[in-house]
């Protein structure tokens, strides 16, 4: 999606009005000679030229370039469809988006005690640099939304055998694609394979190396002697994430007592979270109704946005 820069603002300290210039240098610590650039997830601020027009029309008020805060001012580009991990690039420069919006900062904002509101807290996009180089107002950029990669995998001998047809991936996806849904992108892709360790450790290899964000797998996390999913995860994972599935097998425990005997397991392999779920088709909605309250958090965790 392309886009035009319209304006370039800067100042060299912080808490005064930024002010336009005709050209940049941007490194790894943000914009060379802004009071804002250096070690941090905000290192350059956004903000959409048709929002600024907008507030100007609603208001009345004749903001200039900059008097948001706003490091660049961007054309052609809806604002409320950006997400965190998002890319933006003019030239050489590549940033990275981080955080949407901040806190209001209130009666110290000049324009909220002149207007009574501002636009950058709702709507700036804040970024940090991952490639540098040199930007002029009137370039052109453009605008890659993140695609999240997300595979289900089924674990089940009869399923993959075509005895029964696998309920669970199914509801899965369909669990998936419906959180997923506010996103630009993402992509949900579904197999089925033998309760078969090798071929497990074979798939979850192959999703670390082409760096797939998501992973779920259901079955294969009772007592029975083909239940080998937990013990494939622990093989291939980096670290264990130990609360998520503690969690969840204490709050189901307490009204169903064999939920306790659940093996599920949560990991990060490389880059990529796996998350093995029981069989079942109602385990799995209870269990992904408690794991997507933190998914897209900890997948920006993953990518380096813990604060």
């Not at 999913?229 to 969840?248: N, Q, Y």
Request: glycine share 10%.
């Amino acid at each position: 999606m392309d886009f035009t820069l319209k304006a370039i603002n800067i100042s060299e300290k912080k808490g005064v009005v930024k002010h336009p210039v005709e050209r940049a240098t941007i490194d790894l610590l943000g914009i060379v000679d802004d009071a804002h650039r250096g070690e941090w997830h905000r290192q350059v601020s956004l903000l959409s030229a048709e929002s600024v027009a907008g507030f100007k029309e609603r208001s009345g008020y004749d903001v200039k370039e900059g008097e948001f805060a706003e490091n660049l001012l961007i054309s052609g580009i809806d604002f409320t469809r950006i997400h965190k991990l998002d890319r933006f690039r003019i030239g050489d420069v590549e940033l990275e988006v981080t955080q949407i919006g901040k806190v209001c900062h209130g009666d110290s904002c000049a324009i909220y005690r002149a207007v009574g509101e501002c636009i950058m807290p709702r709507e700036g996009v804040f970024a940090r640099v991952i490639k540098g180089g040199i930007i002029r107002p009137g370039d052109h950029g453009e605008y890659t939304p993140r695609v999240l990669s997300v595979r289900v995998v089924t674990l089940s001998d009869r399923a993959a055998r075509g005895v029964y047809a696998d309920k669970s991936g199914p509801l899965l996806v369909a669990l998936l694609e419906k959180y997923l849904g506010p996103r630009t992108g993402f992509e949900v892709l579904r197999e089925v394979i033998p309760d078969d360790a090798l071929q497990l450790k074979e798939r979850l290899l192959l999703f670390r190396e082409q760096g797939v964000d998501l992973v779920f797998t259901t079955g294969g996390t009772g007592l029975g002697p083909r239940d080998v999913t937990p013990e494939v995860v622990r093989e291939v994972a980096d670290k264990e994430i130990p609360g998520i599935m503690e969690s969840i097998r204490v709050k189901f425990g307490t009204t169903i007592p064999s939920a306790v005997l659940s093996r599920s397991i949560a990991a990060l392999s490389g880059t990529t979270l796996i998350f093995a779920l029981p069989g079942s088709v109602k385990a799995v909605g209870e269990y992904f109704g408690e794991i997507e309250k933190i998914l897209l958090h900890l997948v920006e965790m993953v990518n380096g946005l813990g604060h």
